[in-house]
């Protein structure tokens, strides 16, 4: 009961004009941000810090909030008009979709399905801050390397079955991706790995191009390869707001992933280094096992559903430890760090007692955005799917003059096109041979996470593996990796004892 006097208070602070004015510029700037590829939410809100040096703090801080919180939502458009990936937390949302949007003709659906998602994922997320923020940032902390690399090694683990029909070409690509995201300068020791004497090689490959590469320009050589381009289209027909509305049936199957997911996210994104991109994975595993009407990966809602609430959840979560106990949980978070240090506020333990107005300000600025931001999406949703409208032969240059900017601006250099066109080739064979790139794309963001906890882990044991069997948290995810792995070896020995 406190808590919701003091976020009224918050409220009433933030109803201002000039905080509703600098939350509706920062929803609105989120969006457009996270729409375009190759920018994200991380690079988003540095770029947009100094805009916020004129505020005071409170009305600073709002702003970031709001835009970092309406990226997530923005990372979607893309990925389902366009199947290329915002920002990372969104590569989920291109299997199900893209697929929607083009091979079902329901753009405005998926995207409807992807925004009220998000709303409600933010919305739990959000309210689960407002009562347990610092009790959950004080539990994200009893997650170290070991209880990261136990949790890390059940998704990795999970990725090749959870990902496409066929398990084996999901390894052979889970573990393709973690070789190519060992390329680079060793994070602990400085040692090169595969430069093979190129200095570009030793920064390793960039995420960005690589992700615009593998499933963008992939898509762009999709459409060269198709026979009779002329004037043909993605969607035919007008779209309108009426006929882009989610039907009752389809509101009943989105709801139940999007508030599993919900709560799944939140507790994501407390957790150190976990971040948005682990959320939206984690959820979409999550609905891979319970019920979905249509198969996931077909375009399905409960696909959609399940990333988008999760990644959002996992955003509103990582506020926790960031407030509360000062500890970013994302790199995004950390840019937020630096911007509250700049403003003279000392994040901690502290600060809901010494700054409870600008705390519960900036919760209750978070939930003005996530309204702000649903409505505004929602609202350009019959306007923006008109690109599916574009004739496939005009797309084919926009599509990669996309590619070519989203690569180039996230490096500033030409190595980030050459890597968008090298893994665009890639990702082509592979979706021409019926290898589904999803896996790769995973691996790749979860590997570095992985190897830098299971170091750490290894250096506090002194190398013994017993570790990750001494402490509980750890213990009871290594339980759940022996059952991934062992239950496909125990049905095999089953079935074959049938026959």
Partial sequence: ?????????????????????????????????????????????????????????????????????????????????????????????????????TVKKRPGQ????????????????????????????????????????????????????????????????????????????????????YDFGNVFLLGGIPFIPF??????????????DEKDVGTKTVVEGKMSLKGSLLSRHELRRLLPPAIRSGFMGTFVGVL????????????????????????????????????????NAAAAGSFAPLLALGIPGSGTGAVLLGGLMMWGLNPGPLLFSSQPEFCWSLIASLMLANLLTLAIALGIIPWITRILSVPIKLMIPCITIVCIVGSYSSTNSLYGVIVMLISGVVGYLCEKNGYTTAPMLLSFVLAPLLESNMRKSFIISHGSISIF?????????????????????IRGILSGKKR
């Fill in 110 to 193: 998926a995207l409807y399905t992807s925004n009220l998602s998000s709303f409600i994922g933010g919305f739990i997320g959000i309210a689960i801050l407002i009562f347990m923020g610092p009790a959950l940032a004080e539990f994200g902390l009893k997650f170290g390397p070991v209880e990261m690399t136990a949790l890390l090694l059940v998704a990795m683990t999970s990725i090749g079955w959870l990902v496409g029909d066929n398990p084996t070409k999901g390894v052979v690509l889970t573990l393709a991706g973690i070789l190519v995201a060992t390329v680079g300068m060793d994070t602990l020791t400085g040692s090169p790995r």
């Fill in 1 to 101: 009961m406190h808590n919701l006097i003091l976020l009224g208070n918050g409220l009433l602070n933030v109803l201002s004009i000039q905080n509703l004015l600098v939350t509706g510029l920062g929803a609105i700037l989120g969006l457009m941000v996270g729409a375009m590829p190759g920018i994200g939410s991380l690079a988003g809100v540095a770029l947009l810090l100094p805009l916020t040096y004129k505020f005071n703090p409170t009305t600073a801080i709002i702003m970031l909030g709001a835009l970092y919180y309406s990226n997530m939502y923005g990372g979607s458009f893309s990925a389902i008009l366009l199947n290329i990936p915002g920002d990372s937390p969104a590569v989920m949302t291109t299997l199900d979709g893209y697929p929607m949007a």
């Fill in 211 to 224: 992700v615009i590469g593998t499933v963008g320009f992939a898509q762009v050589m999709k459409l060269i």
């Fill in 272 to 311: 150190p280094g976990a971040g948005a991109t682990t959320g939206s994975f984690l959820g979409y595993a999550m609905q891979k096992g319970f019920k979905s009407e249509e198969p996931l990966g077909t375009g399905a809602i409960e696909g959609i559903a399940a990333c988008e609430a999760a990644n």
């Fill in 469 to 489: 069997f001494t402490e509980p948290i750890a213990c009871c995810f290594m339980i759940v990796l022996l059952a991934i792995i062992a239950t496909p070896i």
